[in-house]
């Protein structure tokens, strides 16, 4: 019996080389449907994409943070298991193209009492002297059963390729965010770091307008200034104390937004370096084709896009008639014990043939649908690609403008704290009235907290460039794939 089996078994692997095959293009396969230039309108130069950029900033505090946000953020987490999910439904998907093979195993006991009167001549077992007679029958049964949809016009081979492209995409989209919280991982420690330089120099100044409040209040007790500037000394300190709590307030933020970012609790206290890293040189920027084939969400934005077209053409091919194939083959015995001597064998096999004729227009509904989502993920893409180079082309110019504001801020600081020694020493001298001494004081404490600020900006601009040009973690590279 075991041998019949193996026969029919091996009967319908080869069926399975008649169902069409599924092929997956790769990302920048398809049209771009986007115009593009040789080269990048801002400053960039040609040159590999780095891999590890967070190693440019020369800090092995943040490099150990991007390497422990890698591991254990949770947003990565999801990714994760959306990538298993995705797998699973694709290996689904692909189960209807196999024939659906199942083992049975039935018994059954019936019983059937005759009355004994009259039924002798019927019977000849059973006696005609009045009484009844219990007939107990048994049945077992043994069979191999196979269900199974030819797919000769490639239906469900194209459901399974979209499924695929699902797959490959969210594998796209787990390398997109592995990018993103690497650049939030950096973004979040250097706003760390400024804000403590913020908190430091506001501790500064808040010393510094302390001793000037002291000495104005001084002089204005004894009669020799007005009262007034006392009390605008003292404002002056006031709202410079009321600053350094807010300072306070930013750092504890940025403190437990890094944490939150590395899976741990948020206590407020994480150890940085002293001060912010020097910035960089400029990384390579490659050139504006290469990106598209390098940005993970714009490979993510393709793969939806031959999804929708596969699963459009999976609904145009619902049209077509379904040939689907069911068969039986095993044994069927009265006695259990003989159910495998291969006597009593029994086997079926039936073809049917469905042509949809009238379903109340679902069919040719859902083939205009699946046309439209297959319109709307090609405008996605261009949309992901259009935003790709404008990220690309906005982080380029704007490292310009921020050079610029930086020197800019840094000569304005040097130039109002020049200013505000000379106001002092004339306002001593009683040359120039006490609201000259205020405002050189606000503008160089403005123009040094701006400062900071902005070598900051220039960090997190340098960040989103890298995440801009599609760096980080190499290009993603396909698991292999197997039902």
Same mark, same amino acid.
């Given at each position: 019996?075991?041998?019949?089996?193996?026969?029919?078994?091996?009967?319908?692997?080869?069926?399975?080389?008649?169902?069409?095959?599924?092929?997956?293009?790769?990302?920048?396969?398809?049209?771009?449907?986007?115009?593009?230039?040789?080269?990048?309108?801002?400053?960039?130069?040609?040159?590999?994409?780095?891999?590890?950029?967070?190693?440019?900033?020369?800090?092995?505090?943040?490099?150990?943070?991007?390497?422990?946000?890698?591991?254990?953020?949770?947003?990565?987490?999801?990714?994760?298991?959306?990538?298993?999910?995705?797998?699973?439904?694709?290996?689904?998907?692909?189960?209807?193209?196999?024939?659906?093979?199942?083992?049975?195993?039935?018994?059954?006991?019936?019983?059937?009492?005759?009355?004994?009167?009259?039924?002798?001549?019927?019977?000849?077992?059973?006696?005609?002297?009045?009484?009844?007679?219990?007939?107990?029958?048994?049945?077992?049964?043994?069979?191999?059963?196979?269900?199974?949809?030819?797919?000769?016009?490639?239906?469900?081979?194209?459901?399974?390729?979209?499924?695929?492209?699902?797959?490959?995409?969210?594998?796209?989209?787990?390398?997109?965010?592995?990018?993103?919280?690497?650049?939030?991982?950096?973004?979040?420690?250097?706003?760390?770091?400024?804000?403590?330089?913020?908190?430091?120099?506001?501790?500064?100044?808040?010393?510094?307008?302390?001793?000037?409040?002291?000495?104005?209040?001084?002089?204005?007790?004894?009669?020799?200034?007005?009262?007034?500037?006392?009390?605008?000394?003292?404002?002056?300190?006031?709202?410079?104390?009321?600053?350094?709590?807010?300072?306070?307030?930013?750092?504890?933020?940025?403190?437990?937004?890094?944490?939150?970012?590395?899976?741990?609790?948020?206590?407020?206290?994480?150890?940085?370096?002293?001060?912010?890293?020097?910035?960089?040189?400029?990384?390579?920027?490659?050139?504006?084709?290469?990106?598209?084939?390098?940005?993970?969400?714009?490979?993510?934005?393709?793969?939806?896009?031959?999804?929708?077209?596969?699963?459009?053409?999976?609904?145009?091919?619902?049209?077509?008639?379904?040939?689907?194939?069911?068969?039986?083959?095993?044994?069927?015995?009265?006695?259990?014990?003989?159910?495998?001597?291969?006597?009593?064998?029994?086997?079926?096999?039936?073809?049917?043939?469905?042509?949809?004729?009238?379903?109340?227009?679902?069919?040719?509904?859902? =083939?205009?649908? !699946?046309?439209? %989502?297959?319109?709307? /993920?090609?405008? #996605? *893409? $261009?949309? &992901?690609?259009?935003?790709? @180079?404008?990220?690309?082309?906005?982080?380029?110019?704007?490292?310009?403008?921020?050079?610029?504001?930086?020197?800019?801020?840094?000569?304005?600081?040097?130039?109002?704290?020049?200013?505000?020694?000379?106001?002092?020493?004339?306002?001593?001298?009683?040359?120039?009235?006490?609201?000259? =001494?205020?405002? !050189?004081?606000? %503008?160089?404490?403005? /123009?040094?907290? #701006? *400062? $900071?600020? &902005?070598?900051?900006?220039? @960090?997190?601009?340098?960040?989103?460039?890298?995440?801009?040009?599609?760096?980080?973690?190499?290009?993603?590279?396909?698991?292999?794939?197997?039902?």
């Amino acid at each position: 019996m075991i041998r019949y089996y193996y026969r029919f078994a091996t009967a319908c692997a080869l069926l399975i080389s008649l169902s069409a095959c599924v092929n997956v293009p790769a990302p920048g396969s398809g049209a771009t449907l986007v115009d593009l230039p040789e080269t990048w309108g801002g400053s960039a130069q040609p040159g590999d994409i780095d891999a590890q950029w967070w190693l440019r900033f020369d800090d092995s505090l943040l490099a150990a943070y991007v390497a422990a946000a890698d591991l254990e953020n949770p947003q990565i987490g999801q990714a994760v298991a959306q990538l298993d999910q995705a797998r699973q439904q694709a290996v689904i998907a692909g189960a209807d193209r196999l024939p659906q093979l199942s083992a049975m195993f039935n018994a059954s006991r019936a019983q059937q009492t005759l009355a004994g009167s009259g039924l002798g001549s019927v019977f000849p077992d059973v006696p005609d002297g009045g009484g009844a007679t219990s007939f107990h029958t048994d049945n077992f049964g043994l069979s191999l059963n196979i269900d199974w949809e030819i797919d000769i016009w490639g239906r469900i081979a194209s459901q399974h390729g979209a499924a695929l492209q699902d797959y490959l995409a969210s594998e796209n989209r787990l390398h997109a965010v592995r990018q993103s919280i690497a650049a939030q991982a950096s973004k979040a420690y250097f706003a760390v770091i400024e804000a403590r330089e913020q908190v430091a120099f506001s501790e500064e100044t808040v010393e510094a307008l302390a001793e000037t409040a002291r000495q104005v209040t001084n002089r204005a007790d004894v009669g020799t200034i007005p009262q007034s500037d006392a009390e605008f000394s003292i404002a002056n300190l006031e709202s410079a104390k009321a600053g350094l709590e807010q300072r306070h307030d930013a750092l504890q933020q940025a403190e437990r937004q890094l944490q939150l970012l590395l899976r741990e609790y948020p206590s407020g206290n994480i150890e940085t370096a002293a001060s912010l890293p020097s910035l960089p040189p400029m990384p390579p920027a490659g050139l504006p084709a290469e990106l598209l084939a390098r940005r993970p969400d714009v490979a993510a934005a393709e793969r939806a896009v031959f999804a929708a077209g596969l699963r459009a053409q999976a609904a145009r091919r619902s049209l077509l008639p379904a040939i689907s194939l069911t068969g039986a083959y095993g044994n069927q015995s009265n006695e259990l014990d003989r159910l495998l001597n291969g006597d009593s064998l029994v086997w079926s096999i039936a073809g049917q043939l469905v042509q949809p004729i009238f379903q109340g227009g679902r069919l040719r509904a859902n =083939v205009a649908l !699946s046309n439209a %989502r297959e319109r709307e /993920a090609a405008e #996605a *893409y $261009i949309a &992901t690609v259009l935003t790709a @180079l404008s990220e690309v082309e906005t982080a380029l110019t704007r490292d310009a403008f921020l050079t610029r504001r930086a020197q800019s801020l840094l000569r304005a600081a040097e130039a109002a704290e020049e200013a505000r020694r000379i106001g002092i020493n004339r306002y001593r001298e009683g040359l120039v009235p006490f609201i000259t =001494v205020l405002e !050189s004081q606000q %503008r160089a404490i403005d /123009a040094r907290s #701006a *400062y $900071i600020s &902005t070598r900051r900006a220039r @960090l997190d601009n340098r960040v989103d460039l890298h995440l801009a040009l599609g760096g980080g973690f190499g290009a993603p590279t396909p698991q292999e794939f197997s039902q």
